[in-house]
């Protein structure tokens, strides 16, 4: 609840725009969008179908609710939805959430990219409604409960939308050559996906498509996954992973006759396995040669480096991404690094706030220029080699074009106005010329249509999407010539200086590798024959040393080529095994213009078997004339035109969650408890009810409120009603606390945010019996009211680990009153810090501060009690230390702090406090199996070593501070070491304290275990 929630840390969603949302409708698909978006939409509308064909025929099952697809115009939009309260980094293109059963993508100026998102995300929208009917009410009520691991949702879904690529061949070839290959019960992070898509390929391709579908509706009754695949194919865990292992060595191994390993043709210049990081990637040399900047997240965030191009020596580091708003994100996944002529100046895109930025870095000075220009989306810079401009692609209304910068009047020029994907421009050395990479096909002119005059999308449904080319673009004339023409993919072009010369990569021969183009002779030849891929070329100015990333033993590097012009044309390599197998196809192949038929590519002679006799009734789709009336298969959705119907979007709840129990009892009457959640489609609007009945309503707890998320500032407000009955005294006593809270949250920037609250807030408190009828008697009762302002700054920029922050800061600032009011003798002020600073040491060591502390003054302050930690399962408590005035309303009113190890709950209190925390957090235990007595293995146990300070001190009774912090009275001191092990549902922490006070320094050691996560 926002109320509840005030004065937390977390980085901020924002949404800085106001956008006025449409939807059209298919017959399985309500598909929503805003200004700007109706053609993408259209197009959605007609590629959702068609993956819906095949995900339908793969799975065997037909959706039984419809679908909403929600469709933002760029990454920095979709970062602002509500559909979710999470942060959406770059590299997350789309999600699919189960409360709703709500698929969320952008577009962001691919089609054939869009197509394989939107697909990916529709089955699991199709999976949610086949396993749980389409929201998350099955999983919370148990009804539903499934085991299913992340390498068999994720991996079919790009199994289903790609089949295969060259990118996943890619990672699998790379892993199986060099011992990679995990099992699958340890296929996790990027290689479930990837993993997973190739275990799900062999899966079909040796038992049949229809497997799969059979696998995940056996998911359902059997729960775990040895038992699904016992059941379906034959084999455990260990049998599947000993076959697929095995298949994928034997299609692997002889594409390593005849090529090469990347670092036998190129210089490494970094060394992601000795840094044990993942990448480094986005090379630029400088015009001179001598120094290369790169992107690298070998601190943990997305930074840019220089490292001398002579011996890859470590320069410095320049540029610190993720951490401050002109540089929330560095563009990973579009990386595009340039050098100014001077040597001295590089530009490179990220996301600054609402929008993307050039940003402009001079190396000596260390200063910064950031140049908005108001476009969707900002990608692949490159500085003119005779003047201060800079080409860069950039999208904008649902294309993504050319641009060009002028450094000097900041303004901008558009060099290509059309549908197609322009981007990783790369000028000529006379700066007349730009080679670019399109999915244009062949089509030459600069301006062909835009995507708003696209009306019925026939153009871009007809377009041939899916492959790229390389094109040059004369920049006064604005013509453009076609360079290659391949059937395969081409990237990132770079022009040689001193020789008429083109470099590109390719993935002609299914392994992308650097080929040169005589831009005379119209000659092109390759240069490398690897065996993994090359990336991301970057040429100085004497031609002497072309740099690229690499990707090899499962990570990116920087590599370079000495005098790449020299080297002899190699044969053209020969097709990988991804090319030159039968070509066997599980997914229908998708046309644009003509309906698509799904049909078996795949044949066994167990296809038509069931394993499991029983399982025969899962396999019967729904009744297909409630589908159709759910569905609303019969209505129209498009004009004469064949445009479709738009209709305006109307803000509506629907019911996110409910989750209640109910009872009676002969003594205490109805019970019950329930939880209510309701939102709508675009989670602007969200509504939570929660209860917890006992006998009437005065003995109930009761909580309503709403949040409003749709524009920058959020404002919640929450009504509340809880109930503490000591029935069992004599008299019995009744404490009831009730009110209102109303709270606003306008965040400056992804880091920080201004709080504004104020409650109502009653505390009644009544003493009562029964007469020997049973009747309720009230004796006396007191109730007490306030007004609660509260206010806080907080600010967050901390990188996260497994189990806890390891790099950045986390500030609250906060100040809450309690004025003097109708029947309050409550009256105080207090000011309160919570600083905590993270350090990263090295990969997943760091060390861990935090300065706590509060002061409260006025005629009935605050008390704070210190000692203990959260959710201490073995606590200890010092009830003697509580004071003598202590009241009903202190518990309401006091605040406990935490962690100090070694110290009871209660061991010190004051009207003052201070806290101070320091950890060193390492790694512990890798993998921790156990045989006997029972089965159980622990991995990532995480230890630390710890030191805590704790002092409070009080006011005197005529409100001056006597026993003032450095009295040496009221503190207490303690260290130790701990452990956090990952238990599946909780974190289970252990910690050995020794008190280091000063009578008892050392003292017999404490052994404290609790639950949840460290600071």
Do not use: C
Request: hydrophobic share 35%; no cysteine.
């Amino acid at each position: 609840m926002g109320g509840l929630a005030f004065g937390q840390f977390g980085k901020n969603k924002i949404q800085y725009k106001d956008q006025e949302w449409s939807f059209i409708q298919t017959p399985h698909f309500d598909i929503y969008f805003y200004e700007g978006g109706k053609n993408v939409a259209s197009f959605a509308a007609h590629v959702s179908e068609q993956a819906y064909k095949t995900i339908s025929f793969q799975l065997n099952w037909e959706l039984t609710k419809r679908v909403s697809i929600l469709i933002y115009n760029s990454h920095n939009d979709f970062q602002q939805t509500n559909v979710t309260l999470e942060y959406l980094y770059e590299g997350i293109g789309g999600f699919t959430e189960l409360f709703k059963n709500r698929v969320v993508v952008p577009f962001e100026g691919s089609y054939e990219q869009f197509r394989h998102v939107l697909h990916h995300e529709l089955t699991h929208a199709v999976l949610n409604d086949m396993l749980f009917g389409g929201n998350v009410q099955s999983i919370v009520s148990g009804r539903v409960q499934v085991e299913m691991p992340l390498w068999l949702s994720e991996g079919y879904a790009e199994y289903s939308s790609l089949d295969w690529d060259s990118n996943a061949d890619m990672i699998i070839r790379d892993a199986a050559i060099n011992g990679l290959l995990p099992p699958l019960r340890a296929l996790d992070y990027y290689m479930a996906y990837k993993g997973g898509q190739s275990v799900l390929r062999y899966i079909g391709e040796t038992y049949g498509v229809e497997r799969i579908g059979e696998i995940f509706q056996t998911l359902r009754r059997q729960k775990t996954m040895d038992k699904t695949l016992e059941h379906t194919i034959g084999l455990d865990l260990d049998g599947l992973t000993e076959k697929w292992q095995f298949q994928v060595r034997k299609e692997y191994w002889p594409d390593i006759e005849g090529r090469s390993v990347i670092k036998d043709i190129a210089r490494p210049m970094t060394d992601h396995v000795k840094l044990e990081n993942y990448f480094n990637i986005s090379p630029a040399i400088s015009p001179d040669g001598g120094r290369i900047a790169f992107q690298s997240d070998r601190s943990g965030y997305a930074d840019i480096y220089l490292i001398s191009a002579e011996d890859g020596r470590e320069v410095k580091r320049i540029v610190s991404g993720q951490r401050t708003p002109n540089l929330e994100e560095l563009k990973w996944l579009s990386p595009g690094i340039s050098w100014a002529p001077d040597n001295r100046r590089l530009v490179f895109a990220s996301k600054a706030g609402e929008s993307d930025a050039l940003v402009i870095y001079d190396t000596q000075t260390e200063k910064k220029q950031i140049f908005k220009l108001n476009l969707d989306g900002i990608f692949s810079a490159a500085w003119s080699p005779i003047a201060d401009e800079i080409a860069f692609s950039g999208l904008d209304k649902g294309a993504i074009d050319l641009f060009i910068l002028d450094v000097d009047t900041k303004k901008i020029r558009r060099i290509t106005s059309d549908f197609y994907k322009d981007g990783d421009p790369a000028w000529s050395p006379d700066g007349k010329t730009i080679a670019f990479v399109s999915d244009r096909q062949g089509q030459l002119s600069p301006e062909a249509a835009r995507p708003e005059a696209v009306t019925t999308n026939v153009e871009i449904l007809n377009h041939p999407y899916q492959h790229t080319d390389i094109y040059t673009i004369d920049v006064a004339t604005r013509q453009i010539t076609r360079i290659t023409d391949s059937p395969r993919d081409e990237d990132s072009p770079e022009f040689a200086t001193t020789k008429p010369m083109l470099a590109y990569t390719s993935d002609q021969s299914g392994i992308w590798n650097v080929r040169l183009f005589d831009l005379e002779t119209k000659v092109d030849y390759p240069i490398t024959n690897v065996l993994s891929g090359a990336f991301q070329l970057s040429w100085g100015d004497d031609d002497a040393r072309l740099v690229f990333a690499g990707y090899e033993k499962g990570g990116w590097d920087i590599y370079e080529i000495s005098n790449p012009l020299d080297l002899p044309a190699l044969p053209e390599p020969s097709k990988s095994n991804f090319l030159s197998r039968t070509d066997v196809q599980i997914d229908p192949t998708y046309s644009k213009t003509t309906e698509s038929k799904p049909g078996k590519r795949v044949t066994d002679p167990y296809t038509k078997y069931i394993f499991s006799p029983e399982f025969a009734s899962r396999l019967t789709p729904p009744d297909t004339s409630i589908v159709d009336s759910i569905l609303a298969k019969n209505l129209t959705f498009q004009d004469s035109t064949g445009s479709y119907l738009v209709h305006d979007y109307k803000t509506k709840f629907t019911i996110d969650l409910v989750d209640a129990q109910a009872g009676y009892d002969n003594f205490f009457g109805f019970q019950g408890n329930a939880l209510m959640v309701f939102s709508d489609i675009l989670g602007n609007h969200q509504i939570q009810f929660g209860f917890e009945l006992n006998k009437n309503i005065e003995n109930s707890d009761l909580l309503l409120g709403y949040d409003y998320l749709a524009k920058r500032t959020n404002f919640n407000i929450l009504a509340f009603h809880f109930t503490d009955d000591y029935w069992w005294t004599l008299p019995s006593l009744r404490i009831r606390n009730y009110g209102i809270s109303t709270g606003l949250s306008h965040p400056f920037s992804k880091f920080n945010r201004a709080e504004l609250g104020l409650t109502w807030f009653n505390i009644k408190q009544e003493y009562y019996t029964y007469d020997e009828y049973g009747q309720y008697l009230p004796l006396s009762d007191s109730t007490f009211a306030t007004i609660l302002p509260q206010a806080n700054w907080v600010f967050d920029n901390v990188l996260y680990g497994s189990y806890y922050p390891i790099d950045g800061w986390r500030i609250n600032v906060g100040a809450l009153l309690s004025p003097k009011f109708i029947t309050s003798d409550r009256e105080f002020s207090t000011v309160s810090l919570d600083a905590r600073r993270y350090f990263k040491i090295y990969n997943d060591y760091s060390f861990a501060l935090r300065l706590n502390g509060a002061s409260s003054h006025g005629p009935h302050p605050q008390n704070f009690y210190v000692g203990g930690v959260t959710n201490w399962l073995n606590g200890a408590y010092a009830y003697e230390n509580i004071p003598d005035d202590y009241d009903y309303t202190d518990s309401y009113f006091s605040r406990w702090v935490f962690p100090v190890r070694g110290a009871q709950y209660f061991q010190l209190w004051g009207e003052h406090f201070m806290v101070f925390n320091a950890e060193f957090r390492f790694p512990f235990i890798q993998y921790l199996i156990f045989k006997w007595p029972l089965p159980l293995m622990f991995n990532n146990v995480r230890g630390l070593a710890f030191f805590d300070y704790a002092k409070t001190w009080q006011n005197g009774l005529d409100g001056k501070v006597h026993d003032h912090f450095f009295s040496g009275q009221n503190d207490f001191a303690s260290s130790g070491v701990g452990m956090r092990i990952n238990l599946g549902y909780f974190i289970l922490r252990y910690d050995l304290a020794y008190d280091m006070s000063r009578s008892t320094l050392f003292s017999k050691p404490q052994h404290l275990f609790s639950l949840g996560l460290d600071f």
